[in-house]
């Protein structure tokens, strides 16, 4: 079974997290769909800087148009969580009316424990935003973040309310966050919004500088990637699935090359699902 895959923004932008793409959007585009994905991710700062370029919102869908593409993940919104109503912003905004992706990832970088109450009320806040472009919010848990575990992200998203608020499960972020498959149960598989496949291995510290070094290639870590999707899938999900990788060596790679490598190594995780 042919499961459409979605290439998250930093697998091809050719430049650590954080960082100005080194390859510009059309590249990956092209590389992108020749690789097999049928979807791509865009950042807001690189949006940003594509309109401050000159770029026009329909410039960039003619790019996706010939490619036949659709973008269909942006990020990223942060400290919402722990602060006070943060807005999601005039890209987030412009991006779902031009583009109408599929979901927006949202996460905490700040270490304070959440009031899970006032977290989901300010969740419920920017789902309400963003309802109207039919954004779904995928909410990310981080292990060095007040969004700890999964189970707390389940927490805030339970608390918001909203119909379109979901997680986001990351399988590096789920097992570094000590996160289990028991964390999901009752879990309405409609309230996972997507996954983005990687690997790497588990740590006990500097958790951001190992996600941002160290998050590999399906298969190529010591994570059990099959155990979660097929847990997943257990539990009723059947998609989209992203994928998110980023490590040195692989990000100085050919676009073409980085494309073809995260399309074999997605496709290969995805292979043992059941294909119903």
């Given at each position: 079974?042919t499961?459409e895959l979605?290439?998250?923004?930093?697998t091809?932008?050719?430049a650590?997290?954080a960082?100005?793409?080194?390859?510009?959007?059309?590249?990956?585009?092209?590389?992108?769909?020749?690789?097999?994905?049928?979807?791509?991710?865009?950042?807001?700062?690189?949006?940003?800087?594509?309109?401050a370029?000159g770029?026009?919102?329909?410039?960039?869908?003619?790019?996706l148009?010939?490619h036949?593409?659709?973008?269909?993940?942006?990020?990223?919104?942060?400290?919402?969580?722990?602060?006070?109503?943060?807005?999601?912003g005039?890209?987030v905004?412009?991006l779902?009316?031009?583009?109408?992706p599929?979901?927006v990832?949202a996460?905490e970088?700040?270490?304070d424990e959440?009031?899970?109450?006032?977290?989901?009320?300010?969740?419920?806040?920017?789902?309400?935003?963003?309802?109207?472009?039919?954004?779904?919010?995928?909410v990310?848990?981080f292990p060095?973040?007040?969004?700890k575990?999964?189970?707390t992200a389940?927490?805030v998203v339970?608390a918001s309310?909203?119909?379109?608020?979901?997680?986001?499960?990351?399988?590096?972020h789920?097992?570094?966050?000590?996160?289990?498959?028991?964390?999901?149960?009752g879990?309405?598989?409609?309230?996972i919004?997507?996954v983005?496949?990687n690997?790497?291995?588990?740590v006990?510290g500097?958790?951001?500088?190992?996600?941002?070094q160290?998050?590999?290639?399906?298969?190529?870590?010591?994570?059990?990637v099959?155990?979660?999707?097929?847990?997943?899938?257990?539990?009723?999900?059947?998609?989209p699935?992203?994928?998110?990788?980023?490590?040195?060596?692989?990000?100085?790679l050919?676009?073409?090359e980085?494309?073809?490598?995260?399309?074999?190594?997605?496709?290969?995780?995805?292979?043992?699902?059941?294909?119903h």
């Amino acid at each position: 079974m042919t499961r459409e895959l979605t290439a998250s923004c930093v697998t091809l932008s050719g430049a650590g997290f954080a960082q100005p793409a080194r390859v510009p959007f059309a590249e990956r585009c092209r590389a992108a769909a020749a690789a097999g994905f049928t979807g791509i991710g865009l950042h807001t700062d690189d949006y940003r800087q594509m309109r401050a370029a000159g770029a026009s919102d329909e410039s960039l869908r003619a790019v996706l148009g010939t490619h036949g593409l659709a973008l269909r993940e942006i990020e990223f919104l942060s400290g919402w969580a722990a602060a006070s109503g943060d807005d999601p912003g005039d890209d987030v905004a412009a991006l779902g009316r031009a583009f109408r992706p599929h979901h927006v990832t949202a996460g905490e970088f700040g270490a304070d424990e959440l009031d899970i109450e006032a977290a989901g009320a300010r969740l419920r806040t920017i789902c309400d935003d963003v309802a109207a472009y039919g954004l779904r919010v995928a909410v990310e848990a981080f292990p060095w973040s007040g969004l700890k575990d999964v189970a707390t992200a389940r927490a805030v998203v339970e608390a918001s309310g909203a119909p379109n608020a979901g997680l986001m499960i990351d399988v590096w972020h789920f097992y570094n966050t000590r996160s289990t498959l028991a964390d999901l149960d009752g879990l309405p598989p409609e309230r996972i919004v997507a996954v983005q496949l990687n690997d790497g291995r588990v740590v006990d510290g500097d958790f951001l500088t190992e996600a941002r070094q160290g998050r590999l290639l399906p298969g190529d870590g010591e994570l059990d990637v099959q155990g979660l999707l097929l847990g997943l899938h257990e539990r009723g999900f059947r998609g989209p699935y992203c994928i998110e990788v980023n490590y040195p060596g692989y990000r100085d790679l050919p676009v073409d090359e980085m494309a073809g490598l995260a399309f074999t190594a997605a496709s290969k995780a995805l292979e043992a699902l059941p294909t119903h």
